[in-house]
Structures are given as structure tokens and as C-alpha cells.
């Protein structure tokens, strides 16, 4: 059975004073300090700004608590100014990031070409990408979902041999901050369409892929969602900032498990 993963996306939010008491409360909420841990059974990542990433990673050290970056350039080094290599996030011992989140997307000129080569660059330094894909309201309007969903997982597939080194997470861009879910239903269908490309490729070895689902995803869908098969987990954005909310999806998951 594949493992769940809840995985929190703070996006440009928190700074560096608010780690040690979030991580304080969630810990508590989910019972990090008591005996067995509850992350033998539920994965637990947060994807935090930069800026943070070293802090986190002390503060969470020895917890199983994973910290992951937002974003990472997809060349090793060299004249591009503000940007991140991964040797930089390797170096600090960052080995998890989120590639092609549609408001990169949307709003950084994020395309096709820029996550498969960010993904290259992630697998061939040992970092674990979390690759996110979606469809807008107007692609899923005119019925195109999974013309969408194809083009952007056929884009990465090339540079992936073995597809448990990634993590894919669905997140429909209408769902996303919009306070607008995804049915089960529908959050089930896209998964195992995306689920149904990659066992194309790569047969049984699909099966050990973890699908995240995205778009307001809180304390109170989780549950439903994480109940479909194709279903692996949530990337939780705005109900990942508050430590109570996102360590109830945690024990949702842990129900399940
Ligand atoms: P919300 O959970 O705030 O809708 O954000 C989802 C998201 O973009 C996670 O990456």
C-alpha cells in the first residue's frame, strides 16, 4: 500500500520567527514527542520559502518531519541572478522541491520546458521533485482536463526512468485558494487518469507513485479525499498554516493508514 503524504505549500508566507512555535503546536497536536512516531505510518513534508528552509530543517531535525523548497533553477550554476541551484538547497540538506506549481505557472513563466528540465536537474542530483500539475477553469470548462493533464505529465516523462523518484500532485487551478474542491469524484478521476498515463510508461512500478490532490483541501474534505484509491495525500496550502488544521488532515491520514 503506498504510504500517504500530507505535504503543506506555505507559499510567500511565515518568516523565520514563526517556525519554532508553529512547529512547537503541530508537533504537539500530532504527537511527535510520544512514543512511536506517527510519521512511521503518515509521510509529513512542508514545502516553506527559502529563506526558512535552514531554520526548518534545525527546528524539525530528528522529527521525520520533511522540508522541501518551492522552486529550484534547472541550471547547476552561473549567471542568473536570484535564482536557487539545487546543490545550493543539496547543500543545506534540502532534497525535496516543488516544480511547476501553477502559480510559478501563472504568474513566473513556468512552462512544459522549464519543469521537465527542473525535474532532469532534481533527478540528477538525488532530490525528490514534486511535480504539480492542473487544469484551469476554462480547460476544464471546454472539456479539455485531460488534454491538459496528458501534455503536462508526457512533458516530464522523458527524463523520468523510475517514477516512485517523484511525487505528482493534482491540483486544478480553480480549486486552488478559491475555497472550490474538487469532488471525490472528480479529484478521483483526474488521479487515476494521471495514474492510467503512467502505467503506460512504466507498468506496475505506476502503482508506487504518490498522487497528491491540491485545491483547498482542509479539515473538512480531507477525509473524503483521502478515501479514493488514486488518492495519496493532499498539497495543502492555506490550511497548512494554522497547526491545528493541517495536524487534523495529518490524523485523517493516520486513520487511514
Ligand atoms: P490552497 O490549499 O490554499 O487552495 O492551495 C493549494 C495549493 O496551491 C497547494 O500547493
Not at 500530507?6 to 503546536?25: E, H, R, S, T, Y
Not at 535564482?83 to 545550493?88: A, R, T
Not at 479514493?228 to 493508514?257: E, H
Request: proline share 4%.
Amino acid at each position: 500500500m503506498r504510504k500517504k503524504l500530507l505535504a503543506g505549500n506555505w507559499k510567500m508566507n511565515k518568516g523565520i520567527k514563526d517556525l519554532a512555535p508553529f512547529f512547537k503546536d503541530f508537533g504537539g497536536e500530532i504527537g511527535l514527542s510520544s512514543g512511536s512516531s506517527p510519521l512511521n505510518k503518515v509521510d509529513v513534508l512542508f514545502a516553506v520559502p527559502f529563506l526558512q528552509l535552514a531554520e526548518a530543517r534545525k527546528i524539525t531535525a530528528g522529527t521525520g518531519i520533511r522540508i522541501a523548497a518551492q522552486n529550484v533553477h534547472f541550471e547547476a550554476s552561473g549567471a542568473f541572478t536570484g535564482e536557487i541551484s539545487v546543490s545550493m538547497l543539496k547543500e543545506i540538506g534540502v532534497d525535496a522541491t516543488l516544480i511547476g506549481h501553477s502559480e510559478r505557472r501563472q504568474y513566473f513563466g513556468e512552462t512544459d520546458t522549464t519543469v521537465m528540465k527542473k525535474v532532469q536537474m532534481c533527478l540528477d542530483n538525488g532530490v525528490t521533485p514534486i511535480i504539480c500539475i492542473g487544469e484551469t477553469k476554462e480547460e476544464r470548462q471546454s472539456g479539455v482536463t485531460n488534454e491538459v493533464l496528458s501534455r503536462q505529465v508526457s512533458a516530464v516523462l522523458e527524463v523520468i526512468a523510475h517514477p516512485e523518484q517523484v511525487i505528482f500532485a493534482y491540483e486544478p487551478v480553480w480549486a486552488i485558494g478559491t475555497g472550490l474542491t474538487a469532488t471525490n469524484e472528480q479529484a478521483q478521476e483526474a488521479h487515476a487518469f494521471i495514474r492510467s498515463l503512467l502505467t503506460k510508461k512504466y507498468q506496475d512500478e505506476a502503482q508506487k507513485v504518490q498522487i497528491l490532490y491540491g485545491g483547498s483541501a482542509n479539515p473538512a474534505n480531507i477525509d473524503g479525499l483521502l478515501q479514493q484509491p488514486d488518492i495519496d495525500g493532499g498539497l495543502v496550502g492555506g490550511a497548512s498554516l494554522k497547526p491545528a488544521d493541517f495536524a487534523t488532515m495529518v490524523k485523517a491520514a493516520l486513520k487511514l493508514s
